[in-house]
């Protein structure tokens, strides 16, 4: 059975640049769970929250994770709460390792203050805010991955790499 390597990790931990990076690299599709509930949307992420609130947006992540957690041999990289609800992880297990990126509050913070596209940290002290949402969900991203890969000090050819060499030894 081919895997599907599934890419977790607070925003601005590098899953998307690090699954295009595996795409390339292993010759794999690859999949942003978000974007794709943007395109079934047909809206941007901050616009869902706004318009129709954060649940609403978790029910259609849970759609949309139990349609990826299907395929085979695919590189995937999931919203930063995706670990907010068991069922996706019960989900991308089926099919999939799961690979935490970790990193240090300062170092998302440095990637993402310039971004507004995140509703979550747009607000007016993006760290504190950074910080609790981390101290809530660390223990939920480290049971639910089957390899921690901390990337602080990592560049993401790096952090590429090191996943591909935990896999091949899968
Ligand atoms: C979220 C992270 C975002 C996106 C949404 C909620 C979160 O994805 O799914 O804004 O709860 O951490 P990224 O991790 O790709 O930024």
Request: aromatic content about 8%; proline content about 4%; cysteine-free.
């Amino acid at each position: 059975m081919v895997k599907n390597i599934v890419l977790i990790g607070f925003m601005g931990s590098g899953k998307t640049s690090v699954g295009k990076a595996l795409s390339m690299k292993l010759n794999l599709p690859y999949v942003d769970s978000d974007g794709v509930i943007e395109a079934e949307e047909k809206r941007p992420i901050s616009q869902i929250f706004e318009e129709d609130g954060e649940s609403y947006f978790r029910d259609k992540e849970i759609e949309v994770i139990e349609s990826l957690s299907e395929r085979r041999g695919w590189i995937i990289s999931t919203g930063g709460g995706v670990v907010l609800n068991p069922e996706n992880i019960f989900n991308l297990k089926r099919n999939g390792l799961i690979f935490y990126l970790k990193t240090t509050p300062s170092v998302i913070y440095n990637r993402i203050k310039d971004d507004s596209t995140r509703p979550l940290v747009n607000v007016s002290n993006p760290l504190e805010r950074i910080e609790n949402l981390l101290r809530r969900r660390t223990w939920l991203y480290e049971e639910s991955a089957d390899y921690v890969v901390d990337t602080s000090s990592l560049t993401i050819d790096e952090v590429r790499d090191k996943i591909i060499k935990i896999g091949g030894k899968k």
